[in-house]
């Protein structure tokens, strides 16, 4: 009987290893949807595990918080009728490896122990129209961007097969680039056979012409077809360019009626580019739409740090610190004002401190004194309109509030930087689609009534200015 019972334990040890994932993933494919399939259980792989635990290795650590949040009860139940009861699941993430945080939410890449992968060269990057500076290990992870980042890190596992295409949205210099230049950089360093496409839409564009002209539209849509990896930057341009929407739009349903793999950076929501064809516009949300937000302190600071650290200084805290609370504009503006206080530091031989920060960057600070909020744009909103804020962030539909909301929402969205969910959750917790609607609906009045636009502009003037009358 002993010997019996420890066979069954030793055949039941061996069917967990090498079977119980398989199963579950059979089981699943029954209760989620092909694309929560793709997406989130197809990445996972199991590993050594014990008969009380089953372990899976997932892309990353968002990946274990989205699966815990919102599918760990079916995935429980699966794992309990393969396996039965009392079975703890431990998620590892693949990209667990440690590093240093300097706040809650954003972490400071150091540098890497030789990695296993063979890395791209310099120059093969530069022949792939990719950035070699902008790789995921340089690119600085903050609440702002988690969800993008995991995201972009996820399709270089399975091209094709989760988040396809991946739309990348955001205001200028928040890290679109970047991202799509990393995610080239990662998939050519595992497989330096892939076929990689990036560009910019004005490029399509300019080869298209081209093409057209010299007959060789053959050999262009060779170029952009034939590949496992299509990467457009700047996707809104083509809206309004008929012959371009037409030739991407062909491109795009070659691609991923290959399942190859598709990635598109915009300024705006899909559904907010305007002149754009609808069945583009539909098909750009096939996939995931992730949103790079502006980044928050903790998060500046990072990024600051990481850009002097590349460029081997030495960034005092309370330099890095100075500029994260007074620049509030893109990052790509931060990093370029770090490099004037870096230069004229080394310019006059004197040591990086806040006072010299303060010297490097007075005239720019002068007229960026006032920092625009959404809270700020409310409360003027308010004001004019003789209603109150809690009457704006409400769900009253009635034009006395709905009308002050909404020219609220396209003020939010004109004069800061922040995404329709951002400005959705400022105002009472809106989703990013009433956000849209209402800035459609203010753009239309404003083309139909040329006084509506004089308001507008005088509310953002007094807006602006609203600070210095204070003072």
Known sequence: MVLKFNCKILIWHVR????????????????????????????????????????????NKFFIMWIKENYLDVLKQVIEEVAGPGVEV???????????????????????????????????????NLNPRYTFESFVVGACNQFAHAAAMSITENLGKSYNPLFLYGGVGLGKTHLMSAIGYAVLSKDKNK???????????????????????????????NVDLLMIDDIQFIAGKERTQEEFFHTFNSIYEARKQIVLTSDRFPQEISEMEGRLRSRFSWGLVADLGVPDLETKIAILKRKAYEDHVELPNEVAYFLAENIHSNVRELVGYLIRVIAMSSLQGLPL??????SALREIL???????????????????????VSDI??????????????????????MTELSYPGIGEAFGGKDHTTVIYAIKKIEKKMAEDHAMKGILES????????PRRRS
């Open 16 to 59: 967990t290893m090498d079977t119980i994932w398989p199963q579950c993933k059979e089981i699943l494919r029954t209760k989620v949807n092909d694309h929560v399939m793709n997406t989130w259980f197809d990445p996972i792989t199991s590993g050594e595990s014990l008969p009380d635990k089953l372990t899976l290795f997932v892309p």
């Open 90 to 128: 431990d998620f590892q993430a693949r990209d667990a490896a440690p590093q240093p945080q300097t706040q809650e939410h954003c972490r400071l890449p150091e540098p890497e122990p030789a990695p296993k992968v063979r890395r791209l060269t310099e120059e093969a990057a530069l022949r792939w």
């Open 195 to 225: 076929k990689i496409a990036f560009t910019t839409s004005e490029e399509f564009t300019n080869e298209l012409i081209n093409a057209i002209r010299f007959d060789r539209m053959g050999e262009f849509r060779g170029k952009y077809r």
């Open 353 to 358: 401190s806040e006072s010299l920060a303060q």
């Open 366 to 388: 002068h007229r960026n004194t006032r920092t625009i909020t959404v809270e700020g744009i409310i409360a003027h909103v308010a004001k004019v309109y003789n209603v109150k």
């Open 393 to 414: 962030k409400s769900k009253k539909k009635h034009k006395l509030y709905s009308g002050p909301r909404q020219i609220g929402m396209y003020l939010a969205r004109e």
């Open 459 to 466: 509310m953002k003037k007094d807006i602006r200015e609203e």
